[in-house]
């Protein structure tokens, strides 16, 4: 496979569409905002020569979500296509290899341009929005532990409860920690959030928290590749399986995600039942521009998180 950062989505379809003449399989890569800029090559050249393309389309505006520019492309997308006569399905994660499979045919028998269509539930999820389902309104008596840098910043900001542990420093001790909580608080279910970099930090604490059987323990990782908090330079979690550690580890329930929908049905199954959970989510982007940080004491921060501990 060849890649080449053309300059403008038009570029990139007659650049794709040499493909074909040469006997291969030539696709793109656009923002569904792209589409007004090919409307004109897809009518006037791949459609009357039949040169097909895979198209792979960001859909930007999906579900109203999105900055203005974006909403009306967002909910005109589907339209669109169906004027255009390209044939297009939406990308999902269960049928991955059934929606490429029926595109590459499509292309082969019509002889015209295929769009696949990725909604913004395809991607990872930023951090700040797992982060938002994680902290629910609706949760009830969820003692969270959140780690050092931007998660502990991120959470805080997005809601700040008595329940909620920051830890200002000390990176990679947050799941020992919680861990010692879930061991003298049987009762309670306790969350531990951190990073990539943080959980990097303490892998033998994985084999010692399924050693112990803290079936009362929810460990998430939020797995950006990065070390945020200090520039962004990339951790080795791209290319270590840290749900595959935690499996290995002896964890009784372990998840890999990166979609909203899936994050929401493995909080819900760790709320419902008691067993030792890891949750892998993959999440992208930086914390929001202005972020503040935590603004209390650590003496505060322990302080009331000890109070509600322990009066409940």
């Given amino acids: ?37 090919v409307v004109n090559p897809l009518t006037s050249f791949n459609l009357i020569y039949r040169i097909p393309v895979l198209m792979l389309v960001s859909w930007r505006g999906y579900g109203g979500k999105d900055a203005p520019e974006h909403l009306i492309m967002g909910e005109k997308t589907p339209e ?32 015209i341009p295929v769009a696949v269509i990725l909604r913004q539930g395809d991607r990872h999820m930023m951090r700040h929005e797992a982060l938002e389902h994680i902290l629910t309104p609706a949760l009830r008596r969820r003692f969270a532990l959140f780690t050092t840098g931007m998660i502990s910043r991120e959470a805080f900001n997005i809601r700040d409860r008595a329940e909620n542990f920051y830890m200002i420093g000390s990176m990679g001790l947050l799941n020992a920690l919680g861990l ?14 951190e990073g990539d970099g943080s959980a990097l930090m303490s892998l033998g604490t994985l084999p010692l928290i399924a050693t112990l059987r803290a079936h009362n323990l929810i460990h998430v990782v939020l797995d950006n590749e990065v070390y945020e908090s200090t520039g962004g330079q990339p951790t080795i979690s791209s290319e270590v399986d840290l749900a595959a550690l935690a499996e290995a580890a002896g964890y009784a329930r372990v998840w890999r995600l990166s979609d909203p929908v899936s994050l929401q049905q493995a909080l819900q199954e760790a709320e419902d039942t008691k067993i030792l959970t ?35």
Avoid: C
């Fill in 278 to 312: 890891f949750i892998l989510v993959k999440v992208t982007g930086r914390a929001p521009e202005g972020l503040g940080r935590v603004s209390l004491t650590p003496e505060e921060i322990k302080r009331r998180f000890s109070q509600v501990l322990t009066r409940v």
């Fill in 80 to 111: 669109l296509l169906h004027t255009l006569g390209i044939p297009h399905t939406v990308l999902e994660a269960d049928t991955l290899e059934e929606n490429l499979q029926w595109a590459i045919s499509t292309m082969e028998q019509q002889l």
């Fill in 1 to 37: 496979m060849t890649y080449i950062p053309a300059v403008r989505e038009d570029v990139a379809l007659g650049i794709a569409s040499a493909a074909h003449l040469t006997g291969r399989h030539g696709g793109i890569l656009m923002q569904n905002s792209g589409l007004g800029n």
């Fill in 180 to 193: 010692g909580l879930a061991l003298q608080s049987p009762m309670w279910r306790i969350w531990v959030i």
